[in-house]
Structures are given as structure tokens and as C-alpha cells.
């Protein structure tokens, strides 16, 4: 299955909130002020990572992390269990792999 599906699948089952602090359609928080202020305010099984990968890919890690984190989600749905990554965004998989060039998707939900 290909990272973009794994993805979809994830904002699917999990149903990450928009930023209602930045109201720019966005769905990631920012890792201070205000924003993150919003996200340890949360239930700790509804936050989520979004951190680079040691392959240099973006991933997507369940809880409240610090090492590597560039930005964070909070969720509608709670996780259970154990540690899950989900890929973001896989660069070689990308057919010109700079990050300004990468349109990474998010959706938007009710």
C-alpha cells in the first residue's frame, strides 16, 4: 500500500481537528505559544506527531513526542494500544523531493 492511501486511511479512522487558532484550513499545530498551549490541553490518546523520520521522511507518530517533531495533530478518535506510525510523506517516492515543491495533502472534515 502506498504512503498517500496510508494516509488517507489515517484521517479517516482518526479524524484530526482543523486549527481552529490559525483558521487557515490547516489540520497541524505548531510546537509552541498558543498552539501547543491547545495541544497538551488534550486527551493525551487524541495527540499525535508529526516528526522527521531517521530516513529523512515525515512521519506521523502516536503521543505528545519532542525529538524530531515538526508539528502536531490532534485527533477526534482516539488511538489505542501501541506505538503506530503512519507515513506522511515519503520523498523518493515523490517525483521532485524538495520540501517546498511537495504538495502534502490534508483533508478536511464536518
Request: with cysteine; charged share 25%.
Amino acid at each position: 500500500m502506498d504512503w498517500e492511501t496510508q494516509l488517507e486511511q489515517w484521517c479517516e479512522k482518526y479524524q484530526p481537528i482543523q486549527n481552529h487558532i490559525t483558521q487557515n484550513g490547516d489540520d497541524k499545530f505548531e510546537t509552541f505559544g498558543e498552539e501547543l498551549d491547545f495541544v497538551r490541553a488534550q486527551n493525551p490518546q487524541c495527540i499525535w506527531t508529526l516528526v522527521d523520520g531517521d530516513d529523512g521522511n515525515l512521519y506521523i507518530v502516536n503521543g505528545y513526542h519532542l525529538v524530531n517533531r515538526i508539528n502536531y495533530f490532534v485527533t477526534e478518535i482516539p488511538f489505542e494500544g501501541e506505538y503506530e506510525e503512519v507515513p506522511y510523506c515519503i520523498f523518493d517516492e515523490v517525483e521532485d523531493s524538495t520540501f517546498e515543491d511537495v504538495e502534502i495533502p490534508y483533508w478536511s472534515y464536518k
